[in-house]
C-alpha cells in the first residue's frame, strides 16, 4: 500500500531554534497535504492544508508565521516550528491525499517534539 | 461544524470477547465517518469508513461499525478481540463531498486485550 514518510520521527531542541519537519509520499503523488497536532490524550487537532505549489491554508487559531508549510513538490511537504518554544512541545502528524478517482488518505508516523 | 466524541478512553477486554468502541458525532452537513487505528510508533491506518449507501460498513481485521444517523453515533464493533488488536483507535468526521478528507478526530480510545 502506498506509503508516507514522515521525518525526523523524534526531536529534541533549544528553545528559541527552529526545526523542520518533512513529509513524503513514497510512492505516489499527494496533491494534498495535511498537518496535525496531537497533544497527550487529546485528539489530532487540524493544523493547516497544503496544496503543492500554493500557499498553505491554516485553520483557526494556528499562527502561519510560526508554523511555516512548504509543499515544493507532489511528493513533499515540510513544517517548519520557527523560534520553538516549550508550548511548541507536541506530537505532529502529516498525511497525504491521493490525486486519484478513488482517492485516499495515508498518514506519516509522526513526529514527537521536545523543545527544552 | 463537526465534532466527535469517544465514550471511553480506555476500553480492556479479553481475548476471544466483543469489541465494542463508541463514537458519537455531530455534523451540520451529512457525514462521513472514519475509523482509524494506530498502533505504537506507526502512522493511522483505515479501518473502514461510511460515506453513502449501507449503514453496515466492514473494514479490516474483521472490524465493522454501523451508522445510526438518529443516534449520531458510530460504535465500532469485532465479535472476537485478538491480542493483535491492542492499539488507539480515532474516529473521524468529515463534512463529505469536497472536504471529505478535512477530518474532525476525537481524543481516541486505548483498547488493550488481556490473554
Known amino acids: 500500500g502506498a506509503v508516507v514518510s514522515q521525518h525526523p520521527s523524534r526531536v529534541i531542541c533549544k528553545s528559541g531554534t527552529s526545526v523542520k519537519i518533512e513529509c513524503r509520499s513514497l510512492d505516489f503523488q499527494a496533491t494534498t497535504m495535511f498537518w496535525y497536532r496531537q497533544f497527550p490524550k487529546q485528539s489530532l487537532m487540524l493544523m493547516a492544508t497544503s496544496n503543492e505549489g500554493s500557499k498553505a491554508t491554516y485553520e483557526q487559531g494556528v499562527e502561519k508565521d510560526k508554523f511555516l508549510i512548504n509543499h515544493a513538490s507532489l511528493t513533499l511537504s515540510t513544517l517548519t516550528v520557527t523560534s520553538a518554544h516549550p508550548e511548541d512541545s507536541s506530537f505532529y502528524i502529516c498525511?497525504?491525499?491521493?490525486?486519484?478517482?478513488?482517492?485516499?488518505?495515508?498518514f506519516g508516523s509522526g513526529t514527537q517534539l521536545s523543545v527544552l | 461544524a463537526q465534532s466527535v466524541t469517544q465514550l471511553g478512553s480506555h476500553v480492556s477486554v479479553s481475548e476471544g470477547a466483543l469489541v465494542l468502541l463508541r463514537c458519537n458525532y455531530s455534523s451540520s452537513v451529512p457525514p462521513y465517518l472514519f475509523w482509524y487505528v494506530q498502533y505504537p510508533n506507526q502512522g493511522l491506518q483505515l479501518l473502514l469508513k461510511y460515506t453513502t449507501g449501507a449503514t453496515l460498513v466492514k473494514g479490516i481485521n474483521g472490524f465493522e461499525a454501523e451508522f445510526k444517523k438518529s443516534e449520531t453515533s458510530f460504535h465500532l464493533t469485532k465479535p472476537s478481540a485478538h491480542m493483535s488488536d491492542a492499539a488507539e483507535y480515532f474516529c473521524a468526521v468529515s463534512g463529505g463531498g469536497g472536504s471529505n478528507y478535512k477530518l474532525t478526530f476525537g481524543k481516541g480510545t486505548l483498547l488493550t486485550v488481556n490473554p
Open positions: 498525511s497525504a491525499r491521493t490525486g486519484t478517482v478513488n482517492e485516499k488518505l495515508f
